[in-house]
T-cell receptor
């Protein structure tokens, strides 16, 4: 199993550009989520999904969209990038809602 | 949102020493998790705790789920240089959060001097 994979590993955007961060897992996990990690703020939940076709907002959803068309994939879209979205983004998945979550390697995003 | 109080923020120790760090909360959790993050990598799960009072070991690591369900600690025995990294506690479920969202502590930065 590859586990949780994320692409790209690094990305630089200009303010106003849009892009999609990819996340995939091959463990047949129902639950997937996106976190952002900022210095001094820890990890904060952006959006999550409890299964294909079902998504919901986390703590800091503004400026991000998600969709879950398959069990394996959970892309995160930045609609119009802002410097405040400069961060490291982690995707995570778990087999059940109350199970431990496994994290991908992260995407380091810089918005100029 | 709900935060866990993780301490200490950082530790600088000598190789071979034992390490202890802990997390406390004003709310209860159903599950406590401990993760380690190396620079440039995602958090990696070390230990998961599911029952109040549970004591679980994983090699040189030992973690306990506090009896009140509001705290947890992680011990590392006989530290080695590869133990360097940031250690995070996380709570799941209970009155402290939902079953969908991990509530994270802000991490303990561990430095091990060879």
């Amino acid at each position: 199993n590859a586990g949780v994979t994320q692409t790209p590993k690094f990305q630089v955007l200009k303010t106003g550009q849009s892009m999609t961060l990819q996340c995939a897992q091959d463990m047949n996990h129902e639950y997937m989520s996106w976190y952002r990690q900022d210095p001094g703020m820890g990890l904060r939940l952006i959006h999550y999904s409890v299964g294909a076709g079902i998504t919901d907002q986390g703590e800091v959803p503004n400026g991000y969209n998600v969709s879950r068309s398959t069990t394996e994939d959970f892309p995160l879209r930045l609609l119009s990038a802002a410097p405040s979205q400069t961060s490291v983004y982690f995707c995570a998945s778990s087999y059940r809602l109350d199970n431990e979550q496994f994290f991908g390697p992260g995407t380091r995003l810089t918005v100029l | 949102g709900q935060q866990l109080n993780q301490s200490p923020q950082s530790m600088f120790i000598q190789e071979g020493e034992d390490v202890s760090m802990n997390c406390t909360s004003s709310s209860i959790f159903n599950t406590w998790l401990w993760y380690k993050q190396d620079p440039g990598e995602g958090p990696v799960l070390l230990i998961a705790l599911y029952k109040a009072g549970e004591l679980t070991s994983n090699g040189r690591l030992t973690a306990q789920f506090g009896i009140t369900r509001k705290d947890s600690f992680l011990n590392i025995s006989a530290s080695i240089p590869s133990d360097v990294g940031i250690y995070f506690c996380a709570g799941l479920g209970g009155s402290g959060g939902s079953n969908y969202k991990l509530t994270f502590g802000k991490g303990t930065l561990l430095t091990v001097n060879p």
